[in-house]
């Protein structure tokens, strides 16, 4: 079975300070892994996606994320946050390309000025 | 181009009711999966329609049924409503098939809210 695990559900961080989001998973088979942000009252917008090609993939807003097979992770992370970047973070695995999503609980980031 | 649609944005319903949710996707998508996000929690997959067939279901009860159209447009329904059956109810479209597409784009969702 698949699974996916966040660890952090509220995340601090300063304007312009690294952010880092913490995403493990379980998966018997090749996973595709994807990270969406979701602002408050609004849909899951996609920031990026691993489909087994590059293992460093970048995204939108200028997030980006590292698969690494031998730790079952895949992190987010941006070298300078933002107070824009203030939402929830969910990270997702799905198994093969057509298979449902399965979410984590999600990571709540916060930006002080 | 349009994003995900869904209608209606917010609804109020009575426990023992039933309740249709109309999600229409991206232009050229061919798959539609429904998720249920309970406050404070990541969504949980619901069902997943590809040309108008099931090709996908979550662990959810009987009362909750889906079907797709031949506009690839869909509908998520749900009888004999629960107190928890309070959510966000969102709508993903992806182009499915021999695409090589794997993402899923979300709707804004809808709101329910069962009293």
């Known amino acids: 079975a698949q699974s996916v695990t966040q660890l952090g559900s509220h995340v601090s961080v300063s304007e312009g300070a690294l952010v880092l989001l913490r995403c493990n998973y379980s998966?018997?088979?090749?996973?595709?892994l994807f990270w969406y942000v979701q602002y408050p009252n609004q849909g899951l917008q996609l920031l990026l996606k691993?489909?087994?090609?590059?293992?460093l993939v970048k995204g939108i807003n200028g997030f980006e994320a590292e698969f690494k097979k031998s730790e079952t992770s895949f992190h987010l992370t941006k070298p300078s946050a933002h107070m824009s970047d203030a939402a929830e973070y969910f990270c997702?695995?799905?198994?093969?390309?057509?298979?449902?999503?399965?979410f984590g609980k999600g990571t709540k980031l916060s930006v002080k000025p | 181009d349009a994003g995900v649609t869904q209608s209606p944005t917010h609804l109020i319903k009575t426990r023992g009711q039933h309740v249709t949710l109309r999600c229409s996707p991206i232009?050229?998508?061919?798959?539609v999966s429904w998720y249920q996000q309970v406050l404070g929690q990541g969504p949980q997959f619901i069902f997943q329609?590809?040309?108008?067939?099931?090709?996908g279901r979550g662990n959810f009860p009987d009362r909750f049924s889906a079907r797709q159209f031949p506009n690839y447009s869909s509908e998520l329904n749900v009888n004999a409503l629960l107190l928890g059956d309070s959510a966000l109810y969102l709508c993903?479209?992806?182009?499915?098939?021999?695409?090589?597409?794997?993402?899923?784009?979300f709707g804004p969702g809808t709101r329910l809210t069962v009293t």
């Open positions: 993903a479209s992806s182009p499915g098939g021999t695409s090589g597409r794997h993402e899923q784009y």
């Open positions: 998966s018997s088979v090749p996973p595709y």
């Open positions: 691993y489909t087994s090609a590059a293992t």
């Open positions: 997702a695995v799905s198994r093969g390309s057509q298979g449902n999503l399965i």
């Open positions: 232009s050229g998508h061919k798959s």
């Open positions: 329609y590809y040309e108008k067939e099931e090709r």
